[in-house]
């Protein structure tokens, strides 16, 4: 599913570095998951986190996207072994 992307003023898509992430079992029902995002350069903000309450089922989901994704992104990066 693509969904529209927030932009920035340039009209890219607005993209935050992710500083640090820590996952939970919350009394085995659900997993809490922090991101903390770094500010913008010399925007004089400290770090922001967002807290998700997240379905054992929508962690498999976001772990196997993520995995393909980073997958992909490490072939591509990977030296060309056929010379």
Known sequence: MLTEWDLNSAGNIALTPLAWF??????GLQIGLRLEILPE???GESRKAVQ????????LELARVL???????????????TN
């Open 22 to 27: 820590e996952a939970a079992d919350f009394y």
């Open 41 to 43: 350069p010399d925007s």
């Open 52 to 59: 998700l309450s997240i379905e054992p089922e929508q962690a």
């Open 67 to 81: 995995q393909t994704a980073a997958g992909h992104l490490l072939a591509q990066r990977a030296p060309d072994s």
